[in-house]
Nanobody
């Protein structure tokens, strides 16, 4: 069983920065995919960034490349999403997800591939 708890959301102006954290607990070994998704009001949940624990490989949605960085603090069992140059279209509820996936699938996986989810944290970017 895996438990995920997000923190770090908030409200910022366009151009600002936020750092999201996802505390992970449970059986996460070196073949898990950890990811951040987001969901804006009235829209489907979309993948933002992914991190494969077996090697630290990362992947990003085109809309956030160069602005968001996903990483993992292994000592604290925490998945991090550092967000800079935020835009109003980044507004939404951000979710941490985990699943037992291969490295190849990790970066193309959709929400249905992840059995474990956090409760979400709100990010609001004003113009």
């Amino acid at each position: 069983q895996v438990q995920l708890v997000e923190s770090g959301g908030g409200s910022v102006q366009a151009g600002g920065s936020l750092r999201l954290a996802c505390a992970t607990s449970g059986n996460i070994d070196f073949s898990h995919c950890l990811a951040w998704f987001r969901q804006a009001p009235g829209k489907e949940r979309e993948g933002v960034a992914s991190f494969y624990t077996g090697g630290g490989f990362t992947g990003y949605a085109d809309s956030v490349k160069g602005r968001f960085t996903i990483s993992r603090d292994n000592a604290k069992n925490t998945l991090i999403l550092q967000m800079v140059s935020l835009k109003p279209e980044d507004t939404g509820t951000y979710y941490c997800a985990a699943g037992y996936l291969s490295a190849k699938l990790c970066h193309i996986a959709t929400q249905s591939d992840f059995p474990y989810w956090g409760q979400g944290t709100q990010v609001t970017v004003s113009s």
